[in-house]
């Protein structure tokens, strides 16, 4: 009994630490908005999600609402994920 409790314990710690890397924010920019296509350009950090080094490029919003909470000249913090082939931000919150 002990060693399932054990391996049980191995096991979620293992998901936990792949859901941490799968799901990580990272530090930007915001250089350019553009409501009416649904795109967001940011001057980020390397998205090591992606083996992708620090530069400006622009991603596809999931939700064209979130591109209303933000504006050129904020720094945020930022998930991007690759979504039908286009890199879109999936989450996004203005830094402190």
Sequence with gaps: M???AIMFAILAGLVIGATAAIA???DGEVTKI???????TIKHGPLKKFDMDAMTMVFRAK??????QVKPGDKIRFEADKVNGQFTVMKVEKKK
């Design 24 to 26: 990580q924010m990272v």
């Design 34 to 40: 553009d409501e009416e296509a649904g795109k967001i």
């Design 2 to 4: 002990r060693k399932s």
């Design 63 to 68: 939700d064209p609402a979130m591109l209303k």
